[in-house]
């Protein structure tokens, strides 16, 4: 049973920066790829940014793209979303989630195991 935990929420100004981590505890690590997605109220869980497997490989929502870095330590079991540059509509809560897609990276559905989310708020 993986269960991951997030960590480093907050409110932050625009232009601001936080860095969100992961705790996946209960998995091989390196077996899984591990991504955050984010839900806002009244609207859909967006993908954001997924560490495939060893980490070798990252993809970003193009709305983060340029922003926002994730990262892994595989020693530590835990990913790192580093957000840079923040803006008023990255309010959100953030989950983190570890999966075996199949391609999809950026479908909800391939993705098994999820955490509960930190809230992340950016002030204009």
């Known amino acids: 049973q993986v269960e991951p935990v997030e960590s480093g929420g907050g409110l932050v100004q625009a232009g601001g920066s936080l860095r969100l981590s992961c705790a996946a505890s209960g998995v091989t690590f390196t077996n899984y790829a591990i991504a955050w997605f984010r839900q806002a109220p009244g609207t859909e869980r967006e993908f954001v940014a997924v560490?495939?497997?060893?980490?070798?490989?990252?993809y970003y929502a193009d709305s983060v793209k340029g922003r926002f870095i994730i990262s892994r330590d595989n020693a530590k079991n835990t990913v790192y979303l580093q957000m840079n540059s923040l803006k008023p509509e990255d309010t959100a809560v953030y989950l983190c989630?570890?999966?075996?897609?199949?391609?999809?990276?950026?479908?909800?559905?391939?993705?098994?195991?999820w955490g509960q989310g930190t809230q992340v708020a950016v002030s204009s």
């Open positions: 560490s495939m497997w060893s980490g070798s490989r990252t």
């Open positions: 989630t570890a999966g075996q897609p199949r391609g999809r990276y950026y479908d909800r559905y391939e993705y098994t195991y």
